[in-house]
């Protein structure tokens, strides 16, 4: 047994996630398996005065994820848990396998103006250097990118300018890549948010079917970019 504490925000369970299999590839280490669960629950005002203090939280209501109606993220409670092993354990025990994670990276911001105001160069560092690790040369190969899409000003675009780059050059404009965001059909479930998108994700792999993004109406000005993009909404 061990603990450790780490500092960071609505990134928690995807940092104990990325823990995880930094654990689990390392076949030096005691650990066969783990357990990765996260929660957030509205019990008291005071969260809500101070995120809304800070100018993130939505006056509307929900997320509104990269559309131009944008003014902020609706909060969400949320409990969530996935049971990693490796993939020679879970085919050797004959477990039902829901997805595989080819590789996982994480980094920090950095000095930026506060935690409304996300790096992009950060943000495209740590794709690119999850890719690195999972020996994906090809950006085109990947057709969906499941975004933390919260719905305030700064942060979209940002998040939208970090996957341009990446993504962006040798993209073809009639194979435009999709994204999204859970935030506007769940609402943001905070420290417990990454691991939404995680899963997500691995059931839109198994439907083979994008669940649009409900608020989406027109993108916004800051974060369109028509030859890449393709928004996962209806239409």
Known sequence: MFSMTIDTGCSATGIALHVACQQLRDQTAQAHSALVAGTNLMITPEFFMAMGALGVMSTTGPSKSFDERADGYGRAEGINCIYLKRLSDALRDGDPIRAIIRSSAANSDGKTVGIASPSAEAQ??????????AGITDFNVTAYVECHGTGTKAGDPVEARSIGK????????????HIGST????????AASALTSVIKAVLALEAEQIPPNIEFVNPSPASKDSDLFRYASYY
């Open 124 to 133: 495209e560092a740590a794709i690119r250097q999850a890719y690195a690790a």
């Open 166 to 177: 990446v993504f962006g050059n040798t993209r073809r404009a009639d194979d435009p890549l």
């Open 183 to 190: 935030k506007p059909n769940m609402g943001h479930s905070e």
